[in-house]
């Protein structure tokens, strides 16, 4: 049975930052690709940022280029986000997923096991 479970949400200042963790079991880690989606009450499920199976590859919403970096390592089957200068319209809940190929994606349909999601909340 194929887990993820997120862990790092939480409350904080805008400007400030966080590191999300996602640990995977049950699959084989390093052969797939793995992305990071969020959604805020009353929005669709919006993509932030996908890293390929050997991290060399990386692909991030515009919303969060140059502020968040995802990271992966396969030796702990173990995917990160570190958010850096958070905004208040970052709020939202956070999900990691892991997709049916090794190649990036930004398609939620590609994305075949879901965590439960993290909150995430940024105060102005």
């Known amino acids: 049975q194929v887990r993820l479970v997120e862990s790092g949400g939480g409350l904080v200042q805008a400007g400030g930052s966080l590191r999300l963790s996602c640990a995977a079991s049950?699959?084989?880690?390093?052969?797939?690709?793995m992305g990071w989606f969020r959604q805020a009450p009353g929005k669709e499920r919006e993509f932030v940022a996908t890293?390929?199976?050997?991290?060399?590859?990386?692909v991030y919403g515009d919303s969060v280029k140059g502020r968040f970096t995802i990271s992966r390592d396969n030796a702990k089957n173990t995917v990160y986000l570190q958010m850096n200068s958070l905004k208040p319209e970052d709020t939202a809940v956070y999900y990691c997923?892991?997709?049916?190929?090794?190649?990036?994606?930004?398609?939620?349909?590609?994305?075949?096991?879901w965590g439960q999601g993290t909150q995430v909340t940024v105060s102005s």
């Open positions: 997923a892991s997709s049916v190929s090794w190649a990036v994606t930004t398609t939620p349909i590609q994305y075949v096991y």
């Open positions: 890293i390929g199976w050997s991290g060399s590859s990386t």
């Open positions: 049950g699959r084989t880690f390093s052969s797939y690709a």
